[in-house]
């Protein structure tokens, strides 16, 4: 009887052994049916590029990914740090899961099917060459009453000047020989938004009604400072050291900012100036301090009108020096007979 019961024993320890090494089995199977990724790192890359590239689509995870990253590659970090990637070195790659692939589609689905963008501003008045290269990277030339969108990147020609009449009433001109880029404009109670990416050139704005309220987001960046407005009219210039369109030359690729009514706010990464009526001011380079100057007539306007006028009265000053000497010259014959 024992004997019969002890056999019991033993086969159901081996049923029990045998569906352990079943279950870890399948375990392993599972595990070794999912493929690994690897690369190894070249010169010059970095995890940040890296990621970028091999998870395009899944930008909201860039951070979460490069910490698995680490942590399963411990080896190819110096000190866990993922900006200090050792060179060489295997990267075991995670992968995203279907389930993230189908999610994320889903939402590129969502965001594919938009509106027609609307128009934030038109021409108003335009001379020589000026077009523009939209979001979507096509090109079209500007011309009197042509519309302006977000996402618009503006160029004007050596002989070219634009302007815009803007939804808020703003008055943008843009001078000959720039660049500027339409990265914000809103119009809507609680939510006014006005950023405007100067990347090089001449512009003078009068501003419109957004940038009057305190709660309003009104910026004009450059590649040297941002200058932030409240109901002002002003002019800047950005490395353009060579004037055109009548204006003069600085020899500087630095940005002038001049304030022509209201005030303006200069920001750099270092520093905040607040700037009146008729001052302006002069950032030499990135990084540099904010100055305050006086600068040379010409530089922000033409100054052909100008030239004109002294050539005027310049030559009306010699006319009234001749006069008397023709009198004399006319009476010396006279005085000889």
Known sequence: MSYRLNNSYYTMVCFVVLALVCTCLSFTVDAASKPKRYLYVQPGQNIFSLVKVLYPDQQKQWPSIIKRIVKINPHAFVAADASRIVVGQRLEIPVISS????????????????????????????????????????????????KVFVGDRIYSGVKGFVRMSMIDEAKIDLRCNSE???????????DNRSVIHLIKGSVKKITGSIGKMAED?????????????????????????HGCDGSVDVNSKGLFVKVKRGFVDIK??????????????????????????????????????????????????????????????????????
């Open 180 to 190: 500027m880029l339409i990265e914000e404009y809103k119009l809507k109670q609680g």
């Open 217 to 241: 987001i009104y910026e004009m960046r450059t590649p040297l400072a941002t200058v932030g407005v409240r109901g002002t009219e002003y002019a800047i210039r950005v490395l353009q050291a």
């Open 268 to 337: 750099t990464p270092e520093e905040k100036k607040a700037l009146a009526v008729g001052e302006v001011a002069y950032v030499a380079k990135k990084n540099e301090k904010i100055q305050r100057i006086n600068v040379q007539e010409g530089v922000f306007d033409a100054v052909k009108q100008e030239e004109k006028k002294s050539y005027f009265f310049g030559g009306l000053l010699w006319l009234l020096w001749l006069i008397p000497v023709l009198i004399v010259l006319r009476k010396v014959p006279e005085n000889a007979d």
């Open 99 to 146: 389930n993230t692939r189908r999610r994320k589609s889903a939402v590129v689905k969502k965001t594919v099917m938009h509106k027609a963008p609307v128009a934030v501003g038109f021409v108003i008045k335009k001379l020589g060459k000026v077009f523009v290269i939209s979001r979507e990277a096509k090109s079209r030339d500007l011309d009197l009453g042509s």
